[in-house]
């Protein structure tokens, strides 16, 4: 066989090569189209709760003790993920209500889904987008999504979400109040009613924050507003 027949196969087997071994490594646009999203938190998810680094609430216990939870961090940050050739930047909110005695600690996460047009610049809703929570005490934790005004998207099955029109803790009443089961007995599809832990719920108010927030293990806390503590 001559110099130039070998010449001539070597370089036919070289795409052969690529397109068997390796699809995606001959190809330089493989990936150009696809759109990578930005994803940023909502406004209701900056404001809501009135989670601001140093602000302090007064709570009651269920075993009678009384304390304060304070903001003691708040941080938003940025993350990234990939599937294949989707590389997305998403935004971050991640907030600890603390005490000092007894010593307690409570998580909050704010997980960005709010698309943002690199094209045009705005952050809009798009259809089906949410606002993720995610509320964590011990071993109870609570998930919702808000809205564009900052209100649960949806109510859920079985009273997993409810809205109250007002609700009084302590002697004041707090308006539009929503109810959230714990993610233990309700995960986002079922209602599960065969589960360790007693049914448990948390209060939430747009400008309050926390009013209440109860665990399986049958302990909860509650809000105390007013001059009687101090």
Same mark, same amino acid.
């Given at each position: 066989m001559s110099t130039r027949i070998i010449l001539s196969l070597a370089f036919?087997?070289? #795409?052969?090569?690529?397109?068997?071994?390796? #699809?995606?490594?001959c190809t330089t646009d493989t990936c150009d189209s696809i759109y990578h999203p930005d994803y940023r938190l909502a406004d209701c998810q900056k404001t809501i709760g009135n989670f601001k680094k140093g602000n302090t609430t007064h709570y009651v216990h269920s075993e009678g003790f009384e304390f304060d939870l304070s903001v003691s961090y708040d941080s938003t940050f940025s993350? =990234?993920?990939?599937?294949?050739?989707?590389?997305?930047?998403?935004?971050n909110r991640t907030?600890?209500?603390?005490?000092?005695? #007894?010593?307690?600690?409570?998580?909050? =996460?704010?997980?960005?889904?709010?698309n943002v047009s690199k094209e045009e610049n705005t952050r809009e809703? =798009?259809?089906?987008?949410?606002? #993720?929570?995610?509320?964590?005490? !011990?071993?109870?934790?609570?998930?919702f999504e808000l809205d564009?005004?900052?209100?649960?998207?949806?109510?859920?099955?079985?009273?997993?979400? !409810?809205?109250?029109?007002?609700?009084?803790?302590?002697?004041?009443t707090y308006d539009s109040v929503f109810v959230i089961m714990d993610n233990?007995?309700? =995960?986002?599809?079922n209602y599960n009613e065969e589960v360790?832990?007693?049914?448990?719920?948390?209060?939430?108010?747009?400008?309050?924050?926390?009013?209440?927030?109860?665990?399986?293990?049958?302990?909860?806390?509650?809000?105390?507003?007013?001059?009687?503590?101090?």
């Open positions: 036919l087997a070289i #795409p052969l090569i690529c397109l068997t071994a390796c #699809p995606d490594c993350s =990234n993920w990939s599937d294949y050739c989707v590389i997305a930047e998403q935004e907030v600890y209500l603390s005490s000092t005695y #007894p010593i307690m600690n409570v998580e909050i =996460n704010f997980y960005g889904r709010v809703f =798009n259809i089906g987008q949410s606002a #993720p929570v995610f509320i964590s005490y !011990r071993n109870t934790s609570f998930t564009s005004t900052g209100l649960p998207e949806e109510m859920g099955i079985d009273n997993a979400i !409810r809205m109250l029109d007002t609700i009084t803790f302590n002697g004041v233990t007995h309700y =995960n986002a599809i360790d832990g007693e049914l448990a719920h948390l209060y939430f108010s747009r400008t309050k924050g926390i009013l209440k927030l109860e665990c399986t293990d049958g302990k909860s806390f509650t809000i105390k507003e007013g001059d009687d503590h101090e």
